[in-house]
């Protein structure tokens, strides 16, 4: 059985020896590489053809994102694991758009480490246990986004409802701002909201919009 | 200058003169008058002479009628008659003698009573009838005494003719006379009628003359040139009225000067001044006035000032017009009485301070403020983004290494001792706890995913982390955000949510919050609503207030923005921020 051939990216040298320390008694598992940059992340990656990559988010000349992105566009094969200090699942959505398998905070146990590693190369996604339980709290309330309709999903504030009311009593922008003792430039504000947030570009449509959606009768609000 | 010759005087002169031609018409009828009556009256002692010669010469020529009845008849009683008409010629002839003047020849009538003396006794020679003269003798007496009186008579006859010629000659001198002072009188008549004329039209011109020049004078003022003059006239009544006129000038031109001093000044103040009537309508204005109210100063006399500005409630007040040109203007006003000679109250003296560069400098010190502002945060957000980096990257690297380092020595040390290999994992996990913790305070800073990715991946997390930490409902929503907006609005829009949701967190009561960005063309706008139990956003005296808004207030102002509340109590609260970008 081949050993598993692992390049490792980080520019902070401790972690980089830190990381060959842990998985160098590991059996099956060769350290082919080393690189401290993004650039030589990416050839270095090319060159040598690793199994896996682990490679860091926060780099000098070009980020872990982008290294990723450009390897994984070039050479499926390679299984990227990013190896960040973010928690924040925007990074772990960002890399995994850009193509990597699995996301380790970086002080993983060797054993975790060693999970991921394999996960990953089974054709699985690995995240760690802190950054999985975010992205399980986001794909929740994804979901019960998903279960409304999809144009109900746009939500109208109080005063929005109002304001559509009004446009759909023909009042002017003007007797709008009289009425709800705002200036106009506020209305004027409130009603292009309103537009943009509907995609609607006339009163017509939204008028239309307001009666199909039974926004006009103030007693079902 | 003295009047040398008043119209008085000349026309004392002028009459003088026209007395003395009177006079001395007068006198010259007088002298004709004079003349004539010598004339006549020496015309009627030649007439009375002519009366006594006549009568001498009938009487003489009557004296031999009787001689010669009495030759032929012989009658006696003829003498007497011849006598009685002797003496008679006698006594004629002396009257005659008394009337007649030295002028004639007195020998004449001399000779005639002596040749009466002699004829006188031829008739009483021939009368004596003592004497017994024959007839031829009677009758060479009487021839003698009829060619006596012939002679006689031949003298009268001279004498009359004489005196005939002398009345003549004083006919004639009398006519002289009349003709003469016809002539004088007609001529000084009418060289006194010329002089009057003449004199008349001389005084009418004079005064026509300069009664035109003064109108004229008078016209140049009235059509405002006030540093006229009149041209020195003449050296009568009207050289003192134009004297005066000037006079009158000069003091008008000094008083002018000093009004249009005034004017200089009131035009050159740098505040606008314009009094009103009772009525309210302008008066007068100055220029700096006119340049506020935007028209000129013909069109704005006369108007309202209720167009432009109010009567102010107090003594000072600040406003902004809106002028003729349509620009706004804002002023610092003042209303006070004009009060006149009598003590009334006669409209209203306004003056107005410009403040348009107030403001402008007041503008541009608030943007400066703002500018400040903006900078201090975003110095703050950079050191904060330092901070949270250095922690990230430096700290957290380096306790990542330890943790490296334990692990290792876990494998070197795990069969030598089970005591060491407990402590050692107890290290690790606070080695972890630091890590979090450094993690935490770096998120806590400013999340690096705000920084990394962008204001929408940073508010779904940070609304997912609420969700996942709090009980209370948080949706995001953003409209129309394709590319990422410039790294200031969204940091700034993060911290305002960041505010808005500890303010929903502690005061709202809420369960539900939605948090939307809408990106529009030139604007961002942020709203965020909660259905909780919100609170009055106005307090008694009116004014806008908020829980913990103010701060909110001015980040958004210093961007430029405007922040809207609306809320009422258990009606939730709703905010829209928008923000140019």
């Known amino acids: 059985m081949n050993k598993i051939r692992i390049l490792i990216a980080d520019d902070h040298v401790l972690i980089l020896k830190g990381i060959q320390s842990t998985l160098q008694l590991v059996d099956n598992l060769e350290i082919i590489g080393e690189a401290t940059n993004g650039v030589e992340a990416v050839e270095k990656a090319l060159f040598l053809k690793p199994d896996i990559l682990l490679i860091d988010i926060t780099m000098p000349r070009l980020s872990g994102i982008e290294a990723c992105r450009q390897i994984t566009s070039q050479n499926r094969e390679i299984k990227v694991i990013a190896l960040s200090q973010h928690e924040d699942e925007a990074y772990v959505y960002q890399i995994i758009k850009a193509g990597a398998s699995g996301y380790l905070l970086k002080n993983s146990t060797r054993e975790e480490l060693v999970t991921a590693i394999k996960t990953v190369l089974s054709g699985e996604k690995y995240f760690s246990p802190q950054v999985s339980d975010r992205l399980i709290n986001d794909l929740f309330s994804k979901k019960d986004r998903e279960q409304s309709s999809v144009e109900q999903d746009v939500h109208l504030t109080q005063r929005e409802l109002q304001i559509i009311r009004m446009i759909a009593e023909d009042l002017t922008n003007q007797e709008i701002s009289e009425r709800l003792s705002i200036s106009l430039r506020t209305t004027e504000t409130h009603r292009r909201n309103i537009m943009l947030k509907l995609k609607v570009n006339s009163v017509v449509a939204l008028v239309r919009y307001a009666f199909k959606h039974d926004l006009i009768n103030p007693d079902t609000h | ?581």
Not at chain 2, 325 to 335: A, N
């Open chain 2, 1 to 581: 200058m003295k009047v040398k010759l008043g119209i008085v005087d000349r026309l004392v002169y002028s009459s003088s003169i026209v007395l003395i031609f009177i006079v001395l018409i007068a006198a010259s009828g007088h002298i004709c008058i004079r003349i004539l009556k010598k004339t006549s009256h020496l015309m009627v002692v030649e007439f009375k002479e002519l009366e006594k010669l006549q009568d001498v010469l009938l009487a003489v020529s009557e004296i031999k009628s009787p001689a010669q009845a009495y030759l032929n008849n012989g009658d006696q009683q003829e003498y007497i008659t011849f006598k009685s008409r002797v003496s008679a010629a006698k006594e004629r002839v002396d009257e005659c003698l008394a009337v007649l003047t030295d002028r004639h020849n007195r020998e004449y009538l001399d000779q005639l009573l002596l040749s009466l003396q002699k004829v006188d006794s031829l008739g009483d020679t021939l009368f004596r009838t003592e004497l017994n003269l024959k007839p031829h003798e009677r009758y060479s007496i009487f021839i003698r005494m009829a060619e006596a009186t012939m002679a006689d008579l031949t003298r009268l006859q001279g004498l009359l003719a004489e005196t005939k010629q002398e009345v003549n000659s004083y006919i004639k001198t009398n006519e002289t006379a009349i003709l003469h002072s016809t002539i004088t009188i007609a001529a000084l008549g009418l060289l006194l009628t010329f002089l009057v004329i003449y004199g008349s039209f001389l005084l009418i011109t004079r005064i026509t003359k300069s009664s035109k020049q003064l109108l004229a004078t008078i016209t140049e003022v009235t059509q405002g040139d006030i540093h006229t003059k009149v041209d020195l006239i003449s050296h009568d009544e009207f050289g003192e009225l134009a004297i005066a006129f000037n006079l009158m000038l000069k003091c008008i031109d000094e008083i002018t000067v000093s009004r249009d001093h005034y004017n200089n000044i009131l035009n050159s103040m740098f505040d606008g001044l314009i009094v009103i009537n009772r009525n309210g309508f302008i008066d007068s204005i100055n220029s700096k006035a006119c340049q506020l109210l935007g028209d000129s100063t013909d069109r704005l006399v006369g108007s309202s000032l209720s167009e432009f500005i109010k009567p102010p409630e107090h003594i000072l007040t600040e406003t902004c017009l809106r002028n003729r040109k349509g620009i706004k203007v804002p002023l610092l006003y003042s209303f006070n009485d004009l009060i006149n000679q009598d003590g009334e109250m006669a409209g209203k003296v306004i003056v107005m301070h410009d403040l348009t560069q107030q403001k402008e400098i007041e503008s541009q010190i608030d943007q400066i403020k703002k500018d400040r502002a903006i900078a201090i945060l975003e110095a703050q957000e950079k050191e904060r983004l330092r901070i949270a980096t250095d922690l990230h990257d430096g700290i957290v690297q380096m306790l990542t290494g330890v943790c490296y380092s334990i692990e290792s020595m876990e494998r070197e040390l795990v069969c030598l001792n089970e005591e060491a290999n407990a402590k050692l994992k107890e290290t690790r996990s606070q080695v972890d706890i630091a890590i979090a913790e450094c993690r935490r305070i770096s998120h806590n800073l400013i999340p690096l995913a705000l920084h990394e990715f962008g204001l929408i991946p940073a508010l779904s997390q940070m609304v997912n982390q609420l969700n996942h930490q709090y009980q209370i409902e948080f949706h995001f929503q953003s409209f129309g955000f394709d590319n990422r907006v410039d790294a200031r609005i969204e940091k700034v829009l993060y911290r305002i949510c960041q505010e808005s949701v500890n303010n929903i967190l502690k005061h709202s009561q809420a369960t539900q919050a939605f948090i939307q960005l809408i990106r529009h063309e030139e604007s961002i706008v942020l709203i965020v609503e909660d259905n909780g139990i919100g609170f009055e956003t106005r307090d008694h005296k009116g004014t806008a207030i908020g829980i913990g808004l103010d701060s909110m207030n001015e980040r958004v102002t210093n961007f430029g923005g405007v922040l809207t509340i609306q809320s009422s109590a258990n009606n939730g609260t709703e905010l829209t921020i928008e923000l140019p970008c």
